[in-house]
């Protein structure tokens, strides 16, 4: 394996994750390499084999995880990357609840608490939250306004959530349907917080949470609100336990 390491992928190669036999001298440079994502897919087929290798891998790890150092699994966390893996019919199911469950066992020991309960809340107008990096010329904004445009402000209170702020226009058409414009501070357990703080009835997460460990995908694997809803930003399940809900159309999956 180390021979062919300089020469070709890990999922091309075809041989079974030895996580828990590699020594612990060489564990970390071998996760590196077991996770690196594909810069291109070369051949037929080879998005399948690189889904089935990261579901393979994801499995070998989990029994490891007690004995990893802190820092190699951060480092296995945030280089997770499932894009090349999307290009495929097959069922990605498995895949992506391996994904999530090792990104929620992650937080998990590190302190954070991703379930919640939001207290009773007074009567007034349904809150619904929509979650996006930043309001920016990209595809996150106009699914932002497509879902925005057509929402009925006497009947629900809208706040818009983001990472940072833009003078773009795009910015302004979004927070022009909206009743608040929240940035959220930089520490994720602040983040998680200041959501919180709002009681919204009704999240929906306008990025992909399912492709790289974002800092969005962090906050989705939290319970932020009542209902929690995954949008056709995130072209597979999110595999996450707090996701109640994926949103799509019929123009969007039809036949």
């Keep these: 394996m180390m021979a062919c390491s ?11 994750p030895e996580i828990e036999g590699t020594p612990m001298w ?30 393979a891998a994801l499995h070998h790890l989990e029994p490891a995880l007690e004995i990893l150092d802190p820092q190699v699994e951060e480092m296995v966390v945030r280089q997770l990357n ?24 992650f937080l998990r020991r590190r ?27 990209r595809a996150e904004s106009a699914f932002a306004l497509a879902h925005l445009a057509g929402l009925d402000r006497t009947a629900f209170e809208v706040f818009l959530y983001a990472l940072g702020s833009s003078p773009k226009p795009v910015e302004a058409a979004c927070r022009s349907h909206a009743d608040h414009f929240v940035v959220l ?18 999240i929906l997460i306008l990025t992909n949470i399912g492709a790289v460990t974002s800092q969005i995908a962090l906050l989705s694997a939290h319970r932020l609100a009542r209902v929690q809803v995954a949008s ?19 123009l969007n999956d039809g036949e």
């Design 82 to 105: 499932l894009i090349q893996a999307y290009f495929s019919d097959e069922d990605l199911r498995g895949l992506m609840t391996a994904r999530a469950r090792l990104i929620e066992r």
């Design 111 to 137: 302190g954070f608490v991703l379930e919640y309960s939001a207290p009773a809340r007074g009567h007034g107008k349904p809150r619904i939250g929509i979650l996006a990096p930043a309001y920016v010329p």
């Design 232 to 250: 056709m930003a995130t072209p597979v399940t999110t595999g996450f336990s707090q996701i109640d809900v994926f949103l799509s159309s019929e």
């Design 185 to 202: 501070p930089l520490d994720l357990a602040q983040q998680v917080a200041r959501i919180r703080s709002d009681q919204i009835d009704l």
């Design 26 to 55: 060489m564990l970390s440079d071998y996760l590196e390499y077991l996770f690196e994502p594909p810069a291109l897919l070369l051949r037929p087929g080879e998005s399948l084999r690189y889904a089935r290798h990261l579901e």
């Design 6 to 16: 300089l020469f070709f992928p890990e999922h091309e190669l075809g041989l079974r």
